[in-house]
T-cell receptor, first 110, second 115 residues
Framework: EDQVTQSPEALRLQEGESSSLNCSYT??????LFWYRQDPGKGPEFLFT???AGEEKEKERLKATLTKKESFLHITAPKPEDSATYLC???????????FGKGTTLSVSS | EAQVTQNPRYLITVTGKKLTVTCSQN?????MSWYRQDPGLGLRQIYY???????DKGDVPEGYKVSRKEKRNFPLILESPSPNQTSLYFC??????????????FGAGSRLTVL
């Protein structure tokens, strides 16, 4: 069964304190791993897609990496505006859905 | 602006009163899908559509219907809503560069309360 597990559930950081979010996945033949950001009361917003182990992508203070079993979202020197819930998802084997983890809620205080 | 538009954004209704949540996308996407988001359960797929007139069940389809008569529209129908359908609903779409579900563009969400 395709499955995505994210940890931790919640993370509190001070402004400038770098950290990483984890996404472990189980899927037969990875056909895409996706990171989304979701602000309260809004729809998820696409951040990155990764397809192969070793692949990395960056956007401002965020960097996503991928291994054969997990992905990390590294946040470097976060700012309060980075506070949000970060969702990880994998494409299911049939290509009919993205399977989402439950998310990590990040709070960055100044 | 490329977007997915859902209506209504907020709705309070009573058990058994049929309702429809509309979804429209302006990106000419073939694939569309409905998800519900509940605390502690995350996003779960209700129904999806690979193209016009092609729809199928996701993980939690009970109590819902969909139709895809036009490429841009994918309404979600609750024939007889019950309190366990109180949730935050998202419509999403993606192009078919890789076939089916890919980078999803989500709507802003529809918060439904069934009393």
């Amino acid at each position: 069964e395709d499955q995505v597990t994210q940890s931790p559930e919640a993370l509190r950081l001070q402004e400038g304190e770098s950290s990483s979010l984890n996404c472990s996945y189980t899927v037969s033949g990875l056909r895409g791993l996706f990171w989304y950001r979701q602000d309260p009361g809004k729809g998820p917003e696409f951040l990155f897609t990764l397809y192969s182990a070793g692949e990395e992508k960056e956007k401002e203070r965020l960097k996503a990496t991928l291994t054969k079993k997990e992905s990390f979202l590294h946040i470097t020197a976060p700012k309060p505006e980075d506070s949000a819930t970060y969702l990880c998802a994998v494409r299911n084997q049939a290509g009919t859905a993205l399977i989402f983890g439950k998310g990590t809620t990040l709070s960055v205080s100044s | 602006e490329a977007q997915v538009t859902q209506n209504p954004r907020y709705l309070i209704t009573v058990t058994g009163k049929k309702l429809t949540v509309t979804c429209s996308q302006n990106m000419n996407h073939e694939y569309m899908s409905w998800y519900r988001q509940d605390p502690g359960l995350g996003l779960r797929q209700i129904y999806y559509s690979m193209n016009v007139e092609v729809t199928d069940k996701g993980d939690v389809p009970e109590g819902y219907k969909v139709s895809r008569k036009e490429k841009r529209n994918f309404p979600l129908i609750l024939e007889s809503p019950s309190p366990n359908q109180t949730s935050l609903y998202f419509c999403a779409s993606s192009g078919t560069g890789a076939g089916g579900a890919n980078v999803l563009t989500f709507g802003a969400g529809s918060r439904l309360t069934v009393l």
